[in-house]
């Protein structure tokens, strides 16, 4: 049997993507499909090599095509109504895609012993000069302003269970027994996180793509002493604000369908759609809960003995 034949027979045998609107389905289309894609260091647009990562979005988007075939019979049926145009597909025709192609091909450096800030230049220039950042609400990056890579609910996450699949159980507040089980309205479960935090966002990968999908970005810190520069910028806030709790570390993302609501870290965890990004932050979590956070602005002095400021 083919690998994309077992993958199918997978699928049938738990289709879990039954319960999806047709909407919904073709959102999951658009986000595995996006996941796949490279902006390779000749300005090309590509798939990754394959490996185990990459293998988890081919059996995702086979899942996504045997749905289809399902619904609508043969591949085109389904995708014929245009819904794929809107893609927010990196341009490998701009300017911007071969400066960053070259900039990355010229740098050999080691997945896993950097983390990289993009952003622009004139910003990047004061923080690598003057150590000058700015932190930012998690409540900011909902604004409907931003652009589709970098706008995101953070303080809640929604999944999707099959209804097969999930249960509501009544708990006795008194006795903590288990008094019956009740069939939940709807299929979408959001968890929400109590307070406002602050977080600083970066990424794990020194990539071209990610030039074109933060804002045009022109330019990047590229920091190659992680754990120095997380230490001096927590140092640094302490400085200035107190009352909170710095955690740094990768973001988890989550498949909305197939997560459990127990295994959500509502501060570490990002709808799998963001997956490419490979996000790391920094997050400062208040000791009580509070929803009006301001703007902070640090300044950490020169950056120039953990990190390379890279311009386009």
């Known amino acids: 049997m083919k690998r994309h034949e077992m993958w199918r027979a997978q699928y049938r045998m738990r289709r879990y993507m039954e319960h999806l609107t047709e909407d919904e389905l073709q959102q999951r289309a658009k986000d595995v499909f996006l996941n796949q ?36 019979g043969p591949y085109p049926a389904g995708f014929t109504n245009g819904f794929m145009k809107d893609l927010s597909i990196p341009r490998p025709d701009v300017p911007l895609a071969s400066l960053a192609a070259k900039a990355v091909k010229s740098r050999e450096i080691t997945q896993g012993t950097y983390i990289v800030k993009y952003g622009k230049a004139q910003y990047l220039k004061q923080a690598f000069e003057n150590g000058k950042i700015r932190i930012a ?59 406002n935090y602050y977080v600083y966002c970066l990424s794990h990968l020194f990539t071209p793509r990610l030039f074109l999908d933060f804002d045009h970005a022109n330019a ?70 509070c929803q009006k956070l301001d703007y902070i602005c640090l300044t950490l002095g020169s950056l120039e003995d953990v990190c390379e400021l890279i311009t386009l």
């Open 37 to 72: 894609l490279v902006l390779t260091n000749e300005a090309k647009i590509g798939l990754p090599p394959i490996n185990a990562k990459s293998q988890y979005w081919m059996i995702q988007l086979t899942h996504v095509l045997e749905e289809f075939m399902i619904r609508y």
């Open 137 to 195: 609400p998690a409540a900011s990056y909902s604004d409907p302003s931003l652009n589709p890579a970098i706008r995101d609910e953070e303080l809640q996450l929604t999944i999707q269970p099959p209804p097969t699949e999930f249960r509501m159980e009544i708990i006795d507040p008194n006795t903590g027994e288990k008094k019956g089980v009740i069939k939940p309205v709807g299929n979408k479960i959001t968890t929400s996180s109590q307070t």
């Open 220 to 289: 990047c810190l590229l920091i190659t002493n992680p754990q120095k520069f997380i230490d001096r910028i927590v140092k640094e806030f302490e400085q200035v604000a107190t009352g909170f709790i710095p955690m740094a570390k990768p973001v988890r993302y989550i498949d909305p369908l197939n997560t459990r609501l127990g295994d959500i870290e509502i501060f570490f965890c990002k709808h799998f759609r963001y997956a490419y990004q490979k996000e790391f932050r920094i997050a400062w979590l208040p000791h009580e809960p």
